[in-house]
């Protein structure tokens, strides 16, 4: 959500702001999405690296950081510099790319074993999208209420910082003894299933063999 309603802030408050011409947004655009692909090729290695939840929360506090520093390069009676804005909005592009593959290594961690796997990874992605689509409301209230793209950039890093330092202190990642504990748990449950159903599959052969063997017994001869 952070991301679109920084996007929202840049794109248009600061072209609106006359501190962006068309060309300039149109490059700060491009740059970004070249960054964010750019992260994609690192962003599984470092998620499996440090893991999930130390990346998710590297993630916010980067980007936040960016923000900030972006939202207070404004001095007053100047127009920014594009080449710093460029280059920080870049950095939090590069970082945002290793989110997505780190909620996948917390999402594996929790649910890897569990029937609802691709369900539940389903609904991580819907909401990944639902925070994109509610980033650029966000960010459009934001800057009809403050009018200062500066200011809405400085409340959204703020945001953000602030939910990396909740992340990392209370988003909880499995062990790799508890993933393999509960991988045990649900192989045993499977097992058991399995020879509930193999089972009921003899118990129901054997039953049709003696009742044809009974129709055998009981059929008159020719």
């Not at 060309?23 to 491009?30: E, G, K, R």
């Not at 893991?51 to 007053?76: E, N, P, W």
Request: aromatic share 8%; proline share 2%.
């Amino acid at each position: 959500m952070g991301r679109g309603a920084a996007n929202m802030s840049l794109t248009l408050g600061a072209q609106q702001a006359g501190v962006m011409t068309a060309d300039q947004t149109t490059q700060l655009v491009t740059a970004g999405s070249f960054a964010y692909t750019f992260g994609k090729i690192f962003g599984g290695s470092v998620a499996d690296l440090l893991g999930g939840q130390r990346t998710i929360s590297m993630v916010l506090s980067i980007m936040g950081g960016c923000f900030l520093a972006a939202g207070f390069s404004t001095k007053s009676g100047r127009k920014p510099n594009m080449m710093m804005i460029t280059t920080l909005w870049c950095i939090s592009r590069i970082f945002h790319a290793c989110h997505w593959p780190a909620h996948c290594v917390v999402n594996k961690a929790w649910f890897a074993m569990d029937s609802n796997f691709s369900s539940r990874t389903a609904i991580l992605s819907t909401c990944s999208r639902l925070g994109s689509f509610s980033g650029s409301f966000v960010g459009g209230f934001l800057l009809s209420r403050l009018g200062s793209w500066s200011m809405c950039l400085k409340v959204i890093g703020t945001y953000m910082l602030g939910v990396g330092v909740v992340d990392m202190m209370t988003l909880r990642q499995p062990s790799k003894e508890e993933s393999q504990q509960g991988a045990a748990v649900m192989l045993l449950q499977d097992g058991r299933s399995i020879d509930m159903a193999t089972t009921t599959i003899e118990s129901k052969a054997k039953a049709e063999a003696k009742a044809k063997a009974t129709r055998l017994k009981l059929k008159p001869n020719a």
